[in-house]
């Protein structure tokens, strides 16, 4: 049979982490069809020869926030240029499915704008599957698949709501979840530091991950704590898995914060532990020093119980504010993230500015701010939401190298982005695989080329459950990248981010090339994954 196209010349390295060899790939109605040695002569109707450029498994970015984004930009440009050929969406507990609350589409699309963008949505979806039609019907270049989100089924019963669910409303959010998972959801994920999620019990989070286990598909977390508390807060996660006998994946893996930093290596022996206690557990990290989230996230839980306008009624209330400030600077309630003690508001950047007179502290962070307008960090926090309706990011530099290092060379942990848009986003938007494998593969031999590929193809996959992506081997899916190992890199910094990677020639989904010399074709040949 004659393929539809060949990619000659080409170094593969197939995604297992077995070592690369010289050879071809052959292409033929969106698959694979066949990988061979060396200068096999192959049978296509087009060849490309990649002069000796790696040939791998598309990317696959298991921390994504494009669940808006794709609507204005079906191609998700810095993604795609960047290797990325799926991305599962529905992350830290905000999926954009189910939502059947009345007048519930515009009060999340708010209340989340720091976090997936102010992005004007005609939102036509109740249900799971209606969202993946829509992000079909708009069209798609790379594939996405969703997790179905805590904060969402919780909105769509309780709202905003600091409270416990009784037993019929608890019934209620579990019936959504199965409804999502009927629909092709590839798992559950949580936020647990994000309102409204911030405010169920450990009881609630194991009943609604219960849900899983018919399915076999994973829980996603952004824990607790990634600081004070994060071990309380993995032995909630970790034993949430043992009892219900579901898959784990950890989101966004870190050590955050003076009080944790340097023990990477402890963490890594829990998640050891964990697998030795029969919990499949799994990881991902993003190579970089500093997290990323929306600001309104330095608010205690109780700012956000009612809802977005509520929120911003009350940060112009002087007594909620004094409040929120003594919450904040003493610690006052147990178990809350507290990013802002924990980080310290001189290692909090402000992004996406968009008024006067705040666009030019575009960057700065908040500390340098409230130094310059005369005022407490926290009345620079509030003003800056009022006047910003929400929609301002953080960048929280927070992280040791050493630690990333560390998580890195852990073979359970694969690379995502965690990668938010806007006009001034973190860099790990448009860097994070080329950043990899040009620093820490090439630069630092921290990784071998094929560990590197490895977690950021069979392993997500495997954790994902994509069954057809991840690895080269006849009938699985075409969706490849082709890089140069002497010069592959991403000059993406935190002061200028919006660039795109180097030495990354061509990105196919599909069979079809969405990425060729590099630059976008414009094409959309992805699909909305349903397992």
Not at 209 to 237: C, K, M
């Amino acid at each position: 049979m004659t393929a539809d196209l060949a990619l000659e010349n080409a170094r593969i390295v197939d995604g297992t982490g077995a070592p690369w060899f010289r050879g071809s790939v052959a292409v033929a109605d969106g698959q694979i069809q066949r990988v061979v040695r060396d200068d096999a002569d192959l049978d296509a109707e087009s060849t490309v020869d990649v002069d000796g450029d790696v040939v791998c498994p598309g990317f696959v970015d298991t921390h994504s926030h494009s669940d808006l984004e794709l609507f204005a930009d079906a191609t998700l440009a810095p993604k795609l240029r960047q290797g990325i050929t799926t991305e599962i969406l529905g992350q830290d507990g905000f999926s954009m499915a189910p939502m059947h609350r009345e007048g519930g589409a515009e009060e999340w699309a708010q209340h989340l704008s720091g976090l997936a963008g102010d992005v004007d949505v005609d939102w036509t979806w109740g249900d799971t599957d209606a969202y993946l039609e829509a992000v079909e019907a708009n069209g798609i270049a790379s594939n996405v698949a969703t997790l179905v989100g805590h904060g969402t089924v919780r909105f769509n019963v309780l709202g905003m709501a600091d409270c416990e669910p009784t037993d019929d409303e608890l019934a209620e959010m579990a019936e959504l979840v199965d409804d999502a998972l009927d629909a092709g959801a590839v798992g559950f994920s949580t936020g647990l530091v994000y309102s409204p999620q911030v405010n169920a019990s450990t009881e609630e989070v194991q009943q609604l991950a219960a849900r899983l286990a018919p399915y076999g598909r994973p829980f996603v977390a952004h824990i607790r704590s990634e600081g004070r508390w994060i071990w309380e807060a993995l032995d909630e996660f970790v034993d949430i898995g043992a009892e219900e006998e579901i898959p784990l994946h950890l989101s966004h893996y870190k050590m955050s914060g003076t009080m944790q930093q340097g023990k990477a290596g402890r963490g890594n022996q829990l998640i050891e532990a964990a697998r030795e206690r029969g919990v499949d557990m799994a990881a991902e990290q993003y190579p970089y020093t500093a997290g990323n989230t929306l600001l309104s996230a330095v608010l205690p839980p109780w700012v956000h119980a009612e809802g977005p306008e509520a929120v911003l009624e009350t940060l112009q209330d002087e007594e909620s504010r004094e409040r929120i400030r003594k919450d904040i600077e003493q610690w006052r309630i147990d178990g809350w993230e507290n990013q802002g003690a924990r980080s310290g508001w001189e290692n909090i950047v402000v992004r996406n500015l968009d008024t006067e007179p705040w666009r030019q502290y575009e960057g700065e962070s908040v500390a340098a701010i409230a130094a310059d307008r005369d005022q407490h960090p926290v009345e620079t926090v509030c003003d800056v939401l009022v006047a910003e309706k929400l929609s301002p990011a953080m960048i929280l530099h927070t992280i040791a190298e050493s630690d990333v290092r560390e998580i890195m060379a852990n073979e359970r942990v694969g690379v995502a982005t965690d990668g938010l848009f806007g006009a001034f986003p973190h860099p790990r938007t448009y860097g994070t695989y080329p950043r990899i494998l040009g620093t820490y593969v090439r630069e630092e031999n921290h990784l071998s080329l094929e560990e590197a590929v490895r977690k950021m193809t069979s392993l997500p996959t495997r954790a994902m459950g994509l069954d057809r992506k991840g690895i080269l081997r006849p009938g699985m899916d075409a969706d490849l990248v082709v890089f140069d190992p002497a010069t592959v890199s991403s000059p993406a910094t935190f002061d200028n981010p919006r660039q795109p990677p180097k030495g990354m020639p061509h990105v196919l989904v599909d069979g079809q090339f969405v990425v060729r010399d590099g630059e976008p074709t414009g094409e959309t040949p992805g699909e909305a994954i349903r397992v």
